[in-house]
T-cell receptor, first 110, second 115 residues
Framework: GQQVMQIPQYQHVQEGEDFTTYCNSS?????IQWYKQRPGGHPVFLIQ?????EVKKQKRLTFQFGEAKKNSSLHITATQTTDVGTYFC??????????FGTGTRLTIIP | EAQVTQNPRYLITVTGKKLTVTCSQN?????MSWYRQDPGLGLRQIYY???????DKGDVPEGYKVSRKEKRNFPLILESPSPNQTSLYFC??????????????FGPGTRLTVL
């Protein structure tokens, strides 16, 4: 079954509000990647986290990797309409397969 | 321009009619992979290839075949498509696998409908 879960599945926020999606794995991840898929588009790589407890920022986006390397989060501050899309986490479960999470679809209410 | 291309982008077919979705990358990447995307299930890996002539099953390989005769091409073959293979398919490539700098580059997607 799905070994990398994301919550929530859907999130509707007012423009300007913050947004967070959480990624949880049943096993330890060697690293984790985050992707964004715009409506009608294909997944595009955002960032990769490798170290336990790592935090990285990209403008209004903050990515965290848990201490146990089993969970991760993506936080967007003050959302804008350009943030619309589905956000996926993806992790290497110690083998050569990259397992994607179920995704969180973000919609923005102007 | 560095890219992954897929063809066709859209396809409507009937049950049992063999089809091939092509995938090509111009970045000299070693690793290539096929995913299907279904609502609520995210991206699930069908097959992947670490290099030429090296392929392996992903999470949902049933009903699919692949080949990797050349580094740049990784076609997905459905010998006898069924309606449960109606989905959005993505091909992806990366320089290698597991390296901390490697990311996956996705093609534009192929929307397949099997009637």
């Amino acid at each position: 079954g799905q070994q990398v879960m994301q919550i929530p599945q859907y999130q509707h926020v007012q423009e300007g509000e913050d947004f967070t999606t959480y990624c949880n794995s049943s096993t330890t991840l060697s690293n984790i990647q985050w992707y964004k898929q715009r409506p009608g588009g294909h997944p595009v790589f955002l960032i990769q986290l490798v170290k336990s407890g790592e935090v990285k920022k990209q403008k209004r986006l903050t990515f965290q990797f848990g201490e146990a390397k089993k969970n991760s989060s993506l936080h967007i501050t003050a959302t804008q309409t350009t943030d619309v899309g589905t956000y996926f986490c993806a992790g290497y479960l110690g083998n050569e397969k990259l397992t994607f999470g179920t995704g969180t679809r973000l919609t923005i209410i102007p | 321009e560095a890219q992954v291309t897929q063809n066709p982008r859209y396809l409507i077919t009937v049950t049992g009619k063999k089809l091939t979705v092509t995938c090509s990358q111009n970045m000299n990447h070693e690793y290539m992979s096929w995913y299907r995307q279904d609502p609520g299930l995210g991206l699930r890996q069908i097959y992947y290839s670490m290099n030429v002539e090296v392929t392996d099953k992903g999470d949902v390989p049933e009903g699919y075949k692949v080949s990797r005769k050349e580094k740049r091409n990784f076609p997905l073959i459905l010998e006898s498509p069924s309606p449960n293979q109606t989905s959005l398919y993505f091909c992806a490539s990366s320089p290698s696998l597991g390296d901390s700098t490697d990311t996956q580059y996705f093609g534009p997607g192929t929307r397949l409908t099997v009637l």
